[in-house]
C-alpha cells in the first residue's frame, strides 16, 4: 500500500526527471534536492520499519538522484558540487557507470587527468559501456593525451601554424615546466628557471581562471565598454572562484599588491593539476580580495601575438586572469614572453636563461624610451625596478638623451636619432648588454630606417650593420617579432631570403630569432611559415 510519502517521492522524482531532460538545469537541481532528502528522512524514520528490499530500492533511486544532480551541476559548471554530489553517489554504489563517467567529466574540465582516467578506466568495465563505447574511447583518449601534455609539455602547434591559424586550435593541457616559485629582488615573489634553458623554450601553459573578450572600436574614448568588460570579468572570477575552493585557494596565493615583500613562497606544486586535494581549504570568499587580485595580475591578451596568430583586428581586445603566469614580475630586459591561445596562456624563454636566473615577461612594450615605460609602469601600479631601468636611470640627465627622446617623440630625423645614439655610447663607453637595452629603447628610430631605403641610403654607412644589430637587441631585450621582422627584411634585401635559395646560415639564425620571438615548433616547416607571414606583415 503506497503511502503519501511514496506519492511525494514518486512525484518529485519524475518532475526532476522531466526537467532535467528539458535541460532545466537549475530547477532540476532544486526538485532532485528536495527529493533526495526526503528520501533521507524516510531512511532515518525508525517509524518507518524498513525491510532490507525497499531500503536498496531507496537507495538506489538515491544514487540516481545524486548522479543526475551532478550532471546537472557540471551543465552549469558547477564543478565543486557537482563533484560532491558524484561522491555521494558512489559512496551508495562504488562503480555506478553514469556517475563514474559524469566524475570523469568533471575532473577532465578541472584539468586533473590522472583522477579522470582512472573513472574511465573503471567505467569501461561496466556492461553499459559497449552502447557508449565511442563517447567512453574518446574520454578515455583525452585524458591519456592532456596527461602526457601535462607531464612533457610536448604540445604540437605545427599543422594550425601551417593551416594558417585557421584549422582547429591545438590540444592544450596544463603544464608546469623547469620552473619554481622563489623570492624576488626586482618585488614579492617571482618565477625562477630550475635549469639552464635555450631560447624558445617552453616554461608553462595555464588555463585562464576567466576571460573576457571583444571588439573595443578605438572610439571609445571614456572606456565605457572597457568597464563594462571588466566588470563582466570581475563576476566570472567571483563565480568561479565560489563554485571552487581549489580556484579560491590558488587565486589567494596571489598578490593583492600590499607588503608583496612578506607574501609566503608557495610550492609550484600546489598549481599542478593533480595536486592533492586535501591541500586546499574551504574559505569564505572575499570579493574585496578578488578585485586586489584582478586589479595587480589581471593581463590583456598581447596584441602583437594576437596579430601574428591569426587575430588582426586592431579593435580586438581580451583581459584575463591566469594564475601561474601571475608570479612572473615584470623586465625591461625580459627573457621570457607569452602568447595566448584560446583561453591559455604560453611563456616561453625569448633567450638564453642560466639554472637560478629569474624569469620576466614584459607587461607592456619594453621597445620604447625609459620616460615611456616609467609611464607605463605608472599605470600598473609600479615603479620598475629591473637592471635595465636602473643603468637608464645613470643615463637620463645627460642632455644628449634628451634630444634623442624629443627627436622620437616628434618624429624628425630619426636616422639622425640611430647616429647620436651610436655616437654617444661609444663616447660613454657603453658596452654588451647594455648597447642591446639603449637600442631596444630607440627601437622606433632603428627600425624606421632600417625600414626605408631612402633612409638606409643616406644613414646606412654611418650605423651598425643589421646582422650586428639583430644580435645586440636581442641580448638586450630577447626575441621579438619586430626584430625578426627587420632581420628577414634585411634578408631579402642582401638577396638570400626564404626561398631565394641560399643564405643557408642566415636561414639558421632566421629560425633561431624565431623560436625566441614564438617559441620551439615541432615541425621545421611550420617555422618557415611564420617566417614568410613576418615578411608579409
Ligand atoms: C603579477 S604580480 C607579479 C608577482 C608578484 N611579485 C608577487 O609576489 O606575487 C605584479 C606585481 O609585482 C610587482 N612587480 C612586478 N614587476 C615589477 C618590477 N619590474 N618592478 C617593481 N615591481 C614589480 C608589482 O607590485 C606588480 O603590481
Request: proline fraction near 2%.
Amino acid at each position: 500500500m503506497e503511502t503519501e510519502e511514496d506519492e511525494k517521492m514518486q512525484f518529485l522524482r519524475s518532475k526532476a526527471t522531466d526537467l532535467l531532460l528539458r535541460e532545466e538545469w537549475k530547477e532540476s537541481i532544486q526538485v532532485y534536492s528536495q527529493f533526495i532528502s526526503l528520501c533521507q528522512n524516510h531512511i532515518s524514520d525508525a517509524r518507518n520499519q524498513l525491510d532490507t528490499d525497499r531500503l536498496l530500492k531507496l537507495r538506489k533511486s538515491m544514487c540516481l538522484a545524486y548522479s543526475n544532480q551532478a550532471e546537472a551541476r557540471f551543465r552549469l559548471r558547477d564543478f565543486n558540487q557537482g563533484l560532491k554530489d558524484c561522491d555521494e553517489a558512489l559512496d551508495i554504489e562504488n562503480a555506478h557507470f553514469k556517475t563514474l563517467l559524469c566524475k570523469g567529466k568533471i575532473l577532465l574540465n578541472l584539468d586533473r587527468y590522472n583522477l579522470a582516467l582512472q573513472c574511465f578506466k573503471i567505467a569501461v568495465l561496466d556492461p553499459q559501456a559497449s552502447v557508449n563505447s565511442d563517447a567512453l574511447n574518446g574520454f578515455l583518449e583525452k585524458c591519456k593525451k592532456m596527461e602526457s601534455l601535462s607531464r612533457t609539455g610536448g604540445f604540437d602547434f605545427s599543422d594550425w601554424i601551417l593551416s594558417g591559424f585557421r584549422g582547429q586550435l591545438p590540444e592544450l593541457a596544463e603544464y608546469t615546466g623547469p620552473v619554481e616559485i622563489k623570492k624576488s629582488e626586482i618585488s614579492g615573489r617571482g618565477l625562477f628557471a630550475t635549469k639552464n634553458l635555450d631560447s624558445g623554450t617552453l616554461l608553462l601553459v595555464t588555463k585562464a581562471i576567466a576571460v573576457e573578450r571583444g571588439i573595443l572600436p578605438q572610439s571609445d574614448i571614456d572606456n565605457a565598454g572597457q568597464l563594462v568588460m571588466w566588470k563582466n570579468l570581475v563576476d566570472k572570477v567571483v563565480d568561479s572562484a565560489g563554485k571552487c575552493n581549489r580556484t579560491y585557494h590558488i587565486l589567494c596565493k596571489l598578490s593583492t599588491g600590499d607588503e608583496e615583500e612578506s607574501l609566503e613562497v608557495p610550492d609550484i606544486d600546489l598549481f599542478r593539476p593533480d595536486a592533492d586535494e586535501s591541500l586546499f581549504s574551504n574559505e569564505n570568499v572575499v570579493k574585496s580580495r578578488l578585485l586586489s587580485i584582478l586589479d595587480v595580475n589581471s593581463l590583456t591578451e598581447d596584441m602583437i601575438s594576437t596579430k601574428v596568430l591569426g587575430k588582426s583586428s586592431t579593435d580586438y581586445y581580451g583581459v584575463g586572469l591566469w594564475v601561474l603566469s601571475s608570479f612572473i614580475n615584470h623586465s625591461c630586459y625580459p627573457n621570457a614572453k607569452r602568447f595566448h591561445i584560446g583561453d591559455y596562456v604560453i611563456v616561453h624563454v625569448s633567450r638564453d636563461v642560466k639554472a637560478g636566473e629569474e624569469l620576466t615577461f614584459g607587461y607592456f612594450d619594453v621597445f620604447s624610451p625609459l620616460c615611456n615605460r616609467k609611464k607605463m609602469a605608472a599605470s600598473w601600479g609600479f615603479d620598475c625596478n629591473c637592471k635595465r631601468c636602473k643603468y637608464e636611470e645613470g643615463l637620463c640627465s645627460k642632455q644628449e638623451m634628451k634630444e634623442m627622446e624629443i627627436g622620437i617623440e616628434r618624429g624628425l630625423d630619426l636616422g639622425g636619432v640611430v647616429y647620436k645614439l651610436e655616437e654617444c655610447m661609444r663616447r660613454w663607453m657603453v658596452r654588451g648588454k647594455a648597447k642591446g637595452h639603449l637600442r631596444a629603447s630607440f627601437w622606433v628610430a632603428y627600425s624606421e630606417v632600417f625600414g626605408s631605403d631612402k633612409l638606409m641610403r643616406k644613414w646606412g654607412r654611418r650605423i651598425p650593420a643589421m646582422e650586428a644589430l639583430v644580435e645586440s637587441i636581442v641580448d638586450g631585450v630577447g626575441g621579438d617579432g619586430r626584430i625578426l621582422k627587420v632581420f628577414m627584411e634585411g634578408m631579402k634585401r642582401n638577396g638570400a631570403a626564404y626561398g631565394g635559395g641560399g643564405g643557408v646560415v642566415e636561414m639558421e639564425k632566421a629560425m633561431k630569432l624565431g623560436r625566441g620571438a614564438y617559441g620551439k615548433v615541432m615541425k621545421k616547416q611550420a617555422m618557415k611559415s611564420i617566417l614568410e607571414l613576418i615578411t608579409q606583415s
